[in-house]
């Protein structure tokens, strides 16, 4: 079976691919002697010793760095010589700047590239390192809430899960991959993470650590989900494993632990074979299972539970996109359809 599903494409091995550098001033900017580096360094420590993951430290960096960068061009040394109208021209150099395909930054870029600045300097100010914070009052761009630009529908969600081969490994492991997808939402982060006893059999839940934002949250498994799950973990696991003290529940090919592209890579070549040639792959998912539950009566707070979303307002984008719902009310109430 194996081979006749690697002439189908659907368990084709992964191409090595080589990391992308990461953002970090090494590679970037050697800016290591500059005034402001130093007190970004001392900054960033702060924010580790309060317990904020790597990856937000990173994007913290990121930003500042690139701030750095653009004052160290204007001869801008010392913390004190920032001021407002200095950040306006900060601010209005990112509404300016161009990428290399010719497009502007977005305003969500924008956003994220300014937000750190404001942690900065308000730690700088509550140092005594500044006598006042020049970005306490800086405004942020307005980033505009796009509806998801596709959500497949329930048929197609259908056709994509009845695609992996289950009498072999790697297809009883792209089953359960993509089932729980489909029925937690989890992110693509979340889902890489997984460890094993994060699967709770005894009570049919999911344990997700460190989510966004750092928060934990526990999920409900539907019953099918779980034995999806649990038949990957008993029979195709222990094929792919290569080293007893590996905790990680979902492992590639190669025995290692998925990385965010991989698994992307592995998404997209189902949703290709169930010939939705849409952009997105993991995402589709979480968007595909928050708008069916919406259509089929789940209450918006229940969903905005299992999204792990930290603000209602952000789950109720579902709520702009569920037709199906809608139109069952407007078939209910409007007067043209009681003639």
């Known amino acids: ?25 090494k590679t970037i900017n050697p800016l290591h002697q500059h005034p402001l580096y130093l007190f970004l360094v001392q900054f960033l420590q702060w924010r580790q010793v309060k317990g904020f993951s790597p990856r937000t430290l990173l ?19 010392q913390p004190t010589e920032i001021t407002r109208p200095i950040l306006d021209r900060y601010q209005q150099h990112l509404f300016d700047y161009r990428q290399k395909n010719g497009e502007p930054l977005s305003f969500l870029s924008q956003r994220t590239l300014l937000s750190p600045l404001k942690l900065f300097f308000q730690w700088l100010a509550r140092q005594n390192i500044i006598l006042y914070n020049p970005a306490s009052e800086m405004e942020m761009p307005k980033v505009p809430m796009h509806l998801p630009k596709y959500i497949p529908s329930e048929e197609e969600m259908a056709r994509v899960l009845a695609l992996p081969d289950t009498h072999c490994p790697y297809g009883l492991r792209d089953k ?42 526990i999920l409900p498994l539907c019953k099918s989900v779980l034995n999806w799950v649990e038949r990957y973990r008993l029979e195709s696991r222990p094929l792919l494993m290569n080293k007893a003290q590996e905790n990680h529940l979902f492992l590639t090919d190669h025995s290692e632990p998925f990385i965010k592209n991989r698994l992307s890579d592995l998404v997209k070549r189902y949703l290709y074979h169930a010939h939705i040639d849409k952009p997105g792959s993991c995402h589709l998912f979480r968007h595909a299972m928050a708008t069916h539950m919406l259509d089929n009566g789940a209450d918006i707070r229940f969903i905005q539970a299992m999204l792990g979303h930290a603000k209602l307002s952000t789950t109720e984008i579902y709520t702009q996109v569920s037709v199906e719902k809608l139109r069952a009310i407007l078939e209910a109430t409007h007067p043209a359809n009681k003639k």
């Open 59 to 77: 994007n913290h960096e990121k930003g500042v760095l690139r701030f750095i960068t653009w004052c160290d061009e204007r001869s801008l040394n």
């Open 1 to 25: 079976m194996y081979n006749k599903d690697k002439r189908r494409g659907l368990y084709k091995k992964p191409k090595a691919r080589k990391l992308s550098q990461t953002a970090h001033p």
């Open 176 to 217: 359960a991959i993509l089932e729980l997808l489909y029925s937690t939402g989890i992110r693509r982060t979340e889902l890489a993470n997984l460890e094993v006893y994060d699967v709770d059999r005894s009570r049919a839940t999911l344990h997700i650590r460190l989510g966004k934002g750092g928060k934990d949250r």
